[in-house]
């Protein structure tokens, strides 16, 4: 492999990569605004130029091409100025605006004029002005002041969202960046435009202003909003989910999530809506029990009906481990009849991202053993069933069955019993005769699995009543770390909610099936000894990036642009 | 309102289109048809570029906005350009470019009430060596002095 | 001296006029020869670019690949926007086929079967010009298809006009290739160099009009004469533009080297009322302006020039007389290039800029001599960091007029002001400094 040095440092590359492609794999971070890994190359910020051994002028890393034998100084003297005076044009025209702005925290600008800059300007005359606050398209804002015309998110427009819906407009340092007069920004991957965006010129209409970034805290995640199961981060703050961005993982997502992911898929577990502790019905009415009372409340009212007359509803909004232990009380019970409802939404998908299978983990729940077994009934055949009065109790996983339709609401009118995990109140639960508050996807351990194939971790970024910030070694802000719990953004809302897997183990004890697992982790484990598809798979292998399930067949998906 | 092509200058662009393998080559040919037709290019008129040449609106609108000589407003009947630049400037260039705003009470792209006349000051036009020089519309006037000027101008009402 | 580019004939803009003086004899001569063997030729004369940056055309030529299944293009720079440059124009309306015909040569020898003719917008006029020529062209059977008959050769090309629209920056080659594209003209990022990956990512060169006008004359007379001729490292004759405070403005062509005081004094008759020369631009308003005590012995020529601290540029050559004021002529010279800057990269967008805020503030009276310094140390830091070229063009008249006419600009400062507020930013990075040491 040829090699080139980059400050000292003798770094392998391949034939074709650029001299920041080189050192970004050899750990080595050149400043860059404009660059991003997955556009294309527009070289116009600058701020990459380095010094080339035997190159008469500085070049730009990011366009430059690595050859063997190549030396490059990232930190000489000449390059160190050239990047001052980069930073120094940047921030001329610059507004001060950074104790207002969205992006201070996570600003390239700000990082580098902390990291490169001399710490004074030379700059004495009058700022240039532009257009402040552009509602460019219905998610986003745009600020012309702060835009440093680095084009990326032009480029991702055209070159990964296929929309070729923004362009610069006129000449020098009046350049700013619009759409057709009259036309809107708008396409289901325009928020990733504000996450390019190395300064805080793009902005989330649906997170402005809502909190400074260093008082929340960032927990990797899997977006639920379809089965590509975009990487995610879960913002948090006051235990409440401000924000969902992507987190890159190239095979499964690159570096991007859709709108409509991002808005519509967290919004729930912040929701008055929560089911907050166990219930039961009581002359029709949903009264709060203790969580004792509502498990023997469901084992006895389930040990009324025979076995033929139960259904089990997995879901595919439930993690794994949620699913197989589920699927193991069936068992356990006799139960045959055990299905999962699909969530398909024909035809709306697209080329990039956006799946029609509108839950993250339906293959999880299969392989988790979420299927009829030995003549049992699936998922139509139970709803039939019920409509026949033939199924007379229900117990469901996470889904909200009664939303589906109006046929599937008039079905479950019709059951002798009903029992449910809900993260909100919703259509089914006014059914249930007992409501168990399951927790929700950002409150939990678990692991998804995605459409093809690859198991992915899900950590808990928000608390409930049982589990505690500092004590689970969950992710903290600083306001985490340094506020007391007199402060204010201490009193976020806490649910008396648990994952399922651990509600149906509680019940499972009642069965005299002992599932006495004390954390997700170890019903992953006991998952992966018993189950072939998990073979092999633990939490620390899964990791950030997730890993593939084992013996199955699926088509190798095509490459994320 | 609508902007359509003259069934002419629908010619005009196709033929503009065979000097060229792609049709977004085209575009500023097209614009400047446009222009002649329609006197400056409106949103409108941008649109029907895009659609008559099957590119994208805002390739159209990024070029527009990028060429001094596109203009999305209105201009005078005579639009009247004054070179300020260097070698124009030394043989008196700008104190031409002041006469003729206050001749017409106008500032720089400034169109008069009346829509007759707009001044624009311009960069070098290429006429150095002829300087001070102004360009009516498409025709160079050049090595002017103010009595010249004032006398172009006069023929031109 | 026999002229090359513009010589004294009636009506050569005509086709019959030129085809009576020998015309398209050049391209059938040069049809009969191999490419290599025309490449050679030129490379030979020593033909150099005549656009600005002075580039051996022959070398330029050999660059182009010999075999790619891609087509091949020519570009010709007519876009002439640097101020002080209206040779070009000269060209189009006094001797359009014999740049038709240098077109033909020079796309055989390249391998383009098209090429573009880029003029400015405001050149309407010309446009037309070049055009009826074209036109006259094609019809007798010179250009197109028709010319394997006319000519008997395999080869074939075609030549378009392409009209520009006001932007100086479309003189940069690569954003000149980008507006014909139907793009902004931006610059291009390089490498890819256009022999590689020029038009529609396909190997192009890209000529001045003047250098490929030349190329006839190579090619009926022998590179041995055209070496000849003026300076021996830029041989050849030069269409010498001037302009500004002279008595007879306009262009000459010359040979090359002609020594500038005799360019100024005799070719162009004196400054009016024989005034004193306070300061030269020499070739367009991009390169380093020369006082005017400096002139003794400089000559019109690349190496010459370059060692004045100067350049050749376009030849485009500016006198000022003693009476001029500098600070106006670089204000208005900064004001140019901050129009004219499209803005892409960050050094020349937001340097042009501020270069022309300071000059304001100069010419209001409210600098002071530390400006000075800081008008070279913006320049400096835009020139070398950008894409393309412009921003050495913004920053070397700021530069150098500046540090050669410091006496002249120290009158405008106030040595009395000092500003008020210095802008401190995160003053206060590492350890705390007390208030009081921060000194405004």
């Known amino acids: 492999m040829p090699k080139i040095t980059i400050d000292g440092k003798e770094l392998e590359f391949k034939q074709g990569q650029t001299i920041i492609e080189a050192a970004k794999q050899g750990g080595i971070d050149i400043p860059h605004f404009c660059w991003h890994s997955s556009l294309s190359v527009s070289g116009n910020c600058r701020i990459c130029l380095v010094e080339v051994e035997k190159l008469p002028k500085l070049v730009i890393a990011c366009s430059t091409l690595a050859a063997d034998g190549m030396v490059v100084q990232t930190a000489s003297q000449k390059t160190l100025d050239a990047r001052n005076a980069v930073m120094e044009f940047i921030l001329i025209n610059h507004p001060l605006d950074c104790p207002i702005c969205d992006e201070a925290g996570e600003c390239k600008l700000q990082d580098y004029a902390y990291e490169h800059s001399v710490g004074e300007s030379r700059f004495v005359e009058e700022k240039n002005h532009k257009d402040k606050r552009v509602q460019l398209g219905p998610r986003i804002m745009f600020d012309g002041e702060r835009c440093i015309s680095c084009s990326r998110c032009i480029r991702f427009s055209d070159e990964i969202a296929g929309k070729n819906q923004l362009t610069f407009v006129k000449r020098g340092d009046r350049v700013t960046i619009t759409t057709f007069p009259g036309e809107s920004f708008d396409n289901n991957y325009t928020l990733n435009t504000v996450d390019i965006c190395p300064v805080g010129a793009l902005t989330s209409a649906d997170f402005r202003f809502k909190s400074r970034v260093w008082e929340m805290s960032a927990t990797d995640s899997v977006c639920v909003g379809c089965s590509r199961g975009c990487n995610t981060e879960v913002w948090v703050r006051d235990n409440k989910i401000q924000r969902l961005t992507p987190r890159h993982n190239e095979a499964v997502n690159s570096h991007w999530m859709c709108d409509y992911g991002r808005l519509n898929t967290f919004k729930f577990v912040n929701d008055e809506t929560r089911v907050d502790g166990p219930s039961i019905r009581r002359e029709g009415q949903l009264i709060k029990v203790s969580w004792d009372e509502a498990l023997n409340l469901a084992h006895d009212r389930l040990r009324e009906f025979k076995t033929s007359e139960i259904a089990f509803i997995g879901s595919a909004f439930a993690t794994a481990e949620d699913n197989y232990l589920f699927a193991r009380l069936a068992k356990h019970m006799g139960v045959h009849n055990i299905d999962f409802a699909r969530h398909i939404a024909h035809g709306d998908f697209d080329n990039l991202l956006l799946l029609e299978d509108k839950t993250p983990n339906s293959l999880g729940a299969e392989l988790a053993g979420i299927k009829p077994e030995h003549g049992g009934l699936s998922f139509d055949e139970i709803m039939e069933a019920v409509k026949i009065k033939k199924i007379k109790a229900l117990y469901i996983l996470e889904d909200d069955l009664a939303g589906l339709g109006e046929e599937y609401a008039a079905a479950l009118g019709k059951l002798d019993l009903l029992i449910v995990h809900a993260v909100n109140y919703n259509k089914t639960t006014d059914y249930a005769d007992v409501v168990l508050p399951s927790a929700a996807f950002a409150e939990k351990n678990g692991i998804f699995v995605n459409f093809a194939g690859t198991a992915q971790r899900l950590k808990p970024a928000t608390t409930t009543l049982e589990t505690d910030r500092a004590l689970d070694g969950m992710s903290m802000s600083r306001w985490d770390v340094f506020g007391t719990k007199f402060d204010r953004w201490a009193n976020g809302s806490r649910y008396d909610a648990r994952p399922s897997w651990r509600i149906v183990s509680m019940l499972s004890q009642k069965f005299g099936l002992k599932l006495k697992f004390q954390m997700a982790e170890e019903v992953f484990r006991s998952l992966s000894e018993h189950n072939k598809h998990f073979e092999g798979l633990d939490y620390d292998n899964i990791g950030r990036k997730g890993a593939l399930v084992k013996n199955i067949s699926l088509p190798v998906p095509e490459k994320i642009k | 309102m609508d902007f359509k092509f003259t069934e002419e200058n629908l010619q005009r662009i196709e033929a503009a289109r065979k000097k060229y393998p792609t049709a977004l080559a085209a575009v500023m040919d097209t614009v400047y048809i446009a222009q002649e037709q329609n006197g400056y290019i409106s949103d409108e008129v941008m649109s029907e570029i895009a659609d008559v040449l099957g590119i994208d609106k805002v390739n159209v609108l990024s070029v527009v906005t990028f060429y001094t000589m596109y203009h999305t407003k209105p201009m005078g009947k005579k639009h009247i350009q004054v070179c300020t630049n260097v070698s124009c400037m030394l043989r008196g260039g700008q104190e031409l470019y002041e006469m003729v705003c206050e001749r017409y009470g106008v500032s720089n792209m400034g169109v008069t009430e009346d829509g007759k006349v707009s001044v624009e000051e311009v960069e070098c036009m290429g006429a150095c060596g002829y300087a001070p020089m102004i360009a009516i519309n498409e025709d160079f006037y050049e090595n002017l002095t103010k009595e010249k000027v004032n006398e172009i101008l006069d023929a031109l009402q | ?440």
Request: aromatic share 8%; glycine share 10%.
């Open chain 3, 1 to 440: 001296m026999e002229k090359i580019v513009l010589p004294e004939i009636k009506d050569l803009h005509l086709i019959e006029v030129y085809e009576n003086n020998g015309g398209y004899s050049a391209a059938k001569k040069a049809f009969a020869r191999s490419t290599d063997d025309i490449i050679d030729e030129v490379k030979k004369s020593g033909l150099r670019g005549r656009g600005g940056a002075a580039f051996l055309a022959g070398l330029k030529w050999s660059f182009m690949p010999k075999t790619t299944n891609k087509p091949k293009y020519l570009c010709i720079n007519g876009d002439e926007s640097e101020p002080g440059s209206f040779k070009d124009r000269q060209i189009f309306e006094y001797n359009p086929h014999q740049l038709i015909e240098g077109i033909l040569i020079a796309s055989y020898a390249i391998g383009a079967n098209t090429a573009y003719i880029y003029i400015r917008g405001e050149y309407h006029k010309w446009v037309k010009m070049m055009q009826k020529a074209l036109d006259d062209a094609y019809a007798k059977g010179y250009v197109g298809d028709a010319m394997k008959a006319t000519f008997g050769t395999d080869f074939s090309c075609n030549i378009y006009v392409h009209k520009g629209a006001g932007a100086y920056i479309c003189g940069e080659e690569s954003s000149l290739m980008n507006s014909i594209e139907g793009h902004r003209g931006y610059p291009r990022v390089k490498p890819p160099f256009p022999a590689q990956n020029g038009l529609w990512g396909c190997p192009t060169t890209i000529n001045n009009v003047e250098t490929i006008t030349n190329v006839p004359w190579i090619i009926n007379n022998g590179w041995q004469k055209f070496a000849s001729i003026g300076a021996e490292k830029h041989p050849g004759t030069i269409l010498y533009g001037i302009s500004g405070h002279v008595n007879k403005p306009g262009v000459y062509e010359l040979p090359s080297g002609m020594l500038l005081t005799e360019l100024i004094y005799e070719v162009a008759g004196g400054v009016p009322g024989d005034k004193k020369i306070k300061c030269v631009i020499p070739g367009g308003s991009s390169m380093p302006p020369l006082r005017g005590d400096q002139l003794e012995g400089i000559r019109m020529d690349a190496e010459s020039l370059k060692a004045a601290g100067s350049a050749i540029g376009t030849a485009g050559i500016m006198v000022m007389d003693e009476d001029t004021d500098l600070l106006k002529v670089l204000l208005r010279i900064a004001k140019f290039y901050h129009h004219e800057s499209c803005g892409q990269c960050t050094p020349c967008r937001e340097g042009t800029g501020w270069l022309e805020k300071i000059l304001k503030r100069l010419a209001s009276g409210k600098g002071t001599s530390s400006d000075l310094d800081l008008l070279i140390t913006v320049a400096n830091n835009i020139e070398g960091n950008t894409i393309c070229a412009l921003g050495d063009a913004a920053a070397w008249p700021v530069k150098f007029m500046v540090a050669r006419f410091r006496d002249e600009f120290e009158k405008y400062v106030n040595k009395e002001i000092q500003l008020p507020v210095k802008n401190k930013v995160h003053a206060m990075r590492g350890t705390a400094v007390p208030l009081a040491d921060i000194k405004h």
